[in-house]
């Protein structure tokens, strides 16, 4: 990762910071950037501490706008200098902003006291209780999603900040009044000001570590940049510390030999203290027989599909069981668990065609989420509509990884991906060369122009008994439901609507 030194505007990034003032001297903290989803989250959590919160934010739309409105937080929908007057106690700065952003320059030029997103996390939430890291690749979001609910039902009010929300649930986070606090720790950088890995900031207790594989090559520079960052989190570990690692990931075995901390591992393919005996996939999710230490502790039911998921869950039993949750508990919290909302979430469907939103965008992740969606629903077609949205998935350099990412689809339709001030044309993702490589492996593919161009070329071929699973890490021009609504249009009927359907993660 870039150090700040050799940024070209490093005079901008460095410089002294004045100290942050002690939770209790604290009463109003101003969020810059406060609609994006981790510092909304933040900000109802302080509002809940009983902190006076306002911020601003140029994109202010819903959920996160109303969301906010509703509890009573007020922001601006622009930004200025001005609105920094009166000062407040704090300001926390998003990590969307850069430098020459004019309200993170008047908080830096007037030496208001500032800090990032995790440091504000830690500062005011982290410092009595257990903070349980969750860290990885793929699956944090729903391993943190389901590793709160089964200690909430086991009793325990974990506190949790979680990068997606939980279905039924309509948040992302809860300061709680357990000893423990689940935080999905991503290792994305902090502020404009401080490019290490958020979840260096969140005093880790215990770690579930999900995998390795390189990601956001727009701030490591390669696998084993990426690697060391991990390498830094597990090393936070104290020695009465604990990390659930990934079994079946040889690099997360391989930080796992060098822990500080008590380790104990999961994983269906290698030899682990955590695994599965026998599997009995469902249209509803998977009963499967759990082993710890080659011992059966009993038979459960998980409202999942895909093995990415099983995986997900033995990393939640391993740490449950180590704490001290009986089978029960464990068996009641992994069978309520609704799952999170953009997880092969259901929207509806109308026609005979089920539309699904997924966050996909890593290659692993969208191979797995069609395996996954193709356990679920064996015989129906299924169609992938692909938006490659995010830093990494932009580059070139993943090309050859999405062409086999789809071999589970029986159709795939690829979104232009957008042009940003950070890429470059001769390292840019070409969705006509993907789609080529797609279709020499005997499956149709085409590209489109956006969201737009996609929808009425999706309104054509798609056929009654359809599934169309729709992935971007984004709100991909709000095509989920759009498709859904034109879908209904057309065919004049009810749609058959799972919104609270336990299965829909």
């Not at 068996?331 to 996909?360: Q, W």
């Not at 029986?410 to 390292?427: K, Y």
């Not at 599934?467 to 021009?477: Q, W």
Request: a negative charge.
């Amino acid at each position: 990762m870039k150090r700040l030194e050799e940024y070209p505007d490093a005079h901008l990034r460095l410089f002294e910071r004045p100290p942050a003032p002690p939770p209790e001297a604290v009463r109003e903290v101003y969020l810059i950037g406060i609609c994006g989803s981790g510092m909304g989250t933040l900000a109802v959590l302080l509002h809940e501490g009983g902190y006076k919160v306002r911020g601003s934010d140029a994109a202010a739309y819903p959920p996160m706008s109303t969301y906010l409105r509703q509890r009573g937080i007020s922001f601006y929908e622009d930004y200025d200098p001005a609105h920094l007057e009166p000062p407040p106690d704090l300001v926390v700065v998003g990590n969307a902003c850069t430098p020459t952003h004019p309200e993170a320059a008047a908080a830096r030029e007037r030496r208001l006291p500032q800090l990032s997103l995790p440091e504000a996390l830690a500062h005011f939430f982290l410092r009595h209780r257990r903070p349980v890291v969750v860290a990885g690749t793929h699956g944090k979001t729903t391993t943190s999603g389901l590793l709160a609910h089964v200690l909430h039902c086991a009793g325990w009010d974990p506190g949790f900040f979680i990068g997606g929300v939980m279905i039924g649930a309509e948040t992302s986070g809860r300061i709680g009044s357990g000893p423990w606090f689940v935080i999905e720790g991503d290792e994305y950088d902090s502020a404009y000001f401080d490019k290490r890995p958020k979840f260096l900031h969140y005093r880790p207790q215990s770690v579930l570590l999900t995998a390795i594989e390189f990601d956001h090559a727009d701030l490591y520079d390669d696998l084993e940049d990426y690697r060391e960052a991990f390498e830094q989190l597990v090393a936070l570990l104290p020695t009465q510390g604990l990390l659930i690692a990934h079994g079946d990931d040889p690099l997360v075995r391989q930080l796992a030999r060098q822990c500080p901390a008590q380790v104990r591992t999961y994983g269906l393919h290698t030899p682990c203290d955590i695994t599965v005996g026998s599997l009995h996939p469902t249209f509803e999710g998977q009963h499967f027989e759990l082993i710890a230490d080659g011992q059966k502790i009993g038979r459960f039911f998980l409202p999942l599909s895909g093995r990415h998921n099983l995986r997900n869950a033995l990393a939640v039993c391993a740490f449950a069981l180590q704490q001290g949750l009986s089978p029960e508990q464990l068996h009641e919290g992994l069978a309520t668990f609704p799952g999170m909302k953009r997880r092969l979430e259901v929207r509806g469907e109308a026609g005979g065609i089920l539309v699904v939103d997924d966050f996909a965008h890593h290659p692993t992740a969208v191979r797995e989420t069609l395996r996954a969606a193709r356990q679920r629903w064996p015989n129906r077609r299924l169609i992938a509509v692909f938006e490659p949205r995010s830093n990494s998935s932009r580059r070139r350099r993943f090309e050859s990884d999405y062409i086999e990412a789809f071999d589970d689809a029986d159709a795939v339709w690829l979104s232009m991906p957008p042009f940003r001030h950070n890429d470059h044309p001769e390292d840019f993702f070409d969705p006509e060369h993907v789609a080529a490589g797609i279709r020499a492996r005997g499956i149709p593919a085409e590209v489109a122009n956006g969201a737009d161009a996609l929808l009425p070329r999706l309104l054509e071929s798609l056929q009654a008994g359809d599934v169309a699973l729709l992935m971007s890490n984004g709100a991909f021009g709000n095509l989920p439901a759009r498709l859904l609504h034109a879908l209904q249009s057309r065919t004049q009927t009810t749609p058959a609507s799972f919104p609270n359907a336990p299965f829909s993660a």
